[in-house]
């Protein structure tokens, strides 16, 4: 089957094609992103107002390419597929209304994709893993530990109760004056310092709980940077190799946690963790996330970066697991600004 994936719900507008042959095999057939960060740099974070503007503006033509790279008219695929939240809303609107109107007149199924699902299984379609298996999900809206356990079955073991890690990196590099996004530039930034200079706080990490937590974290950060102002340029790498390897600490301690856990839980499953969304292209926290696993003998899965941010390959591809399962919505489906990934949260109104 082949489907068309929407994904709206933040500040990329896109749309793909994929396949998905009997067997549970993907390919990807076409892939297209316009990121809208050049709309929204002049204000330094996403502007909802003007983000659902910009999808407007370029979802058609989007989906035009799609199809055209991909050379399957809209009318041969077999379901279409949008994310319905969670999200800003009215990008997620824009996304999920195109959809249902695509839906009404091909006469195609329609599945309303929940973004977290569709990171969650990402890794299915990049390496072909089996259920269960450990996400790890740290983008600039998320950071969680989700166990998957099937199309439609998650547990969530662990989130932020404040920032998430990709709103902690954007928020640090900010305060500096760097960039945006601003996870890369602190990337960048850290690689020129030294991370021993200073001694950021690693909230929760004696805690025996997979929660995190990087507000106060931040706090530390602007503190110190405000004791030492005005900053040379090594004064902000420091800062910033100093937080990178704060945060380094923090994720691969909730790692270790969350993978003991799993195999206590899931003991006839061999450990595998997942790292989805665009912190995943951190490689500090990558190598530390490689060299637990490793000790851990678990696998560590991440797909290939373009994959782990937003993307419409993504939203196609959950789309696709659950036609396969016969699992399609209504054109009644509302969008949804809030949508936990949890089974218990994800029963009403989604047909599992
Ligand atoms: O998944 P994503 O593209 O968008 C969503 O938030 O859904 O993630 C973007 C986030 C931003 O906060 C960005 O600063 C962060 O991922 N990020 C990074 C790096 N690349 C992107 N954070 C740390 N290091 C990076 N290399
Ligand atoms: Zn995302």
Redesign the pocket.
Known sequence: MRLLGIET????TAAAIVERDDAGRGAILSNVVRSQLAEHAPYGGVVPELAARAHVSHLDHIIARASAEAGVPLGQLDGIAATAGPGLIGGVLVGLTTAKALAAALDKPLIAVN?LEA?ALTARLTDGLAFPYLLLL?????SQFVLVRGVGDYLRWGSTIDD????A??KV?KLLGLGV????E??RQARLGDPRRFKFPRPLLKEDRLDFSFSGLKTAVRLAAEEIAPLTPQDVADICASFQLAVTDIVVSRARAALARFRAEVPEAPPVLVVA???A???A?GAGLRAAALDMEARLVVPPIPL???NGVMVAWAGAERLALGDTDGFDIAAKARWPLDSADMGLGHGH
């Not at 719900?9 to 990329?12: A, G, L, M, R, V």
């Not at 998430?164 to 709103?167: D, K, N, R």
């Not at 996004?181 to 890369?184: I, K, L, S, V, Y």
Request: aromatic share 2%; glycine share 20%.
């Open positions: 719900s933040c500040d990329e973004h990171h740290v983008s600039g809206g998320h998430a890690l990709g709103e990196f954007d590099a996004p601003g996870g890369p602190v990337e969304g665009g912190v292209a951190n490689q926290i782990c941010t937003d």
